[in-house]
């Protein structure tokens, strides 16, 4: 078999398929001046190495959405969030909420929130950027 070469702008849109595949969210978002929807961050750290798991659901229903997690590490996501919707730490199925973090309201402003899972699974959270937040979030 013979190996295939691609052009630059063809692998290119192979990792952003690739990285979207991931659940990376996307690198531009609409506006925030939208009533409807909240712009959410959330620094997500575990020191259990089980998994962490936020949900982001594009309905106040809480059906679809984008689920993002982390292992032993710590990660950053950010997705837009429909007023009526809650951010939530999530079990093992997406719809198995362990922990609410944030509700949407309407035209609040952007959310920065964080969560960690400590050594021994304990579950803390608040608002803001936290100590160990080191990375932007991209939205």
């Given at each position: 078999?013979?190996?295939?070469?691609?052009?630059?702008?063809?692998?290119?849109?192979?990792?952003?398929?690739?990285?979207?595949?991931?659940?990376?969210p996307?690198?531009?978002?609409?506006?925030?001046?939208?009533?409807?929807?909240?712009?959410?961050?959330?620094?997500?750290?575990?020191?259990?190495?089980t998994?962490?798991?936020?949900?982001?659901?594009?309905?106040?229903?809480?059906?679809?959405?984008?689920?993002?997690?982390?292992?032993?590490g710590?990660?950053?996501?950010?997705?837009?969030?429909?007023?009526?919707?809650?951010?939530?730490?999530?079990?093992?199925?997406?719809?198995?909420?362990?922990?609410?973090?944030?509700?949407?309201?309407?035209?609040?402003?952007?959310?920065?929130?964080?969560?960690?899972?400590?050594?021994?699974?304990?579950?803390?959270?608040?608002?803001?950027?936290?100590?160990?937040?080191?990375?932007?979030?991209?939205?």
């Amino acid at each position: 078999m013979r190996a295939r070469v691609t052009s630059g702008r063809s692998a290119l849109l192979l990792a952003a398929a690739v990285l979207a595949a991931c659940g990376q969210p996307p690198s531009s978002t609409p506006p925030t001046d939208d009533p409807a929807v909240v712009r959410v961050a959330v620094f997500m750290r575990d020191q259990s190495g089980t998994e962490l798991w936020v949900r982001f659901p594009t309905s106040p229903e809480g059906g679809g959405g984008h689920t993002t997690g982390v292992t032993s590490g710590a990660v950053t996501a950010c997705y837009l969030v429909p007023t009526g919707a809650t951010v939530a730490v999530v079990g093992a199925t997406p719809d198995q909420i362990r922990l609410p973090l944030y509700t949407a309201g309407g035209s609040d402003p952007d959310q920065t929130l964080w969560v960690e899972s400590g050594p021994g699974g304990e579950l803390r959270h608040g608002t803001g950027r936290p100590a160990w937040g080191t990375t932007d979030p991209q939205c």
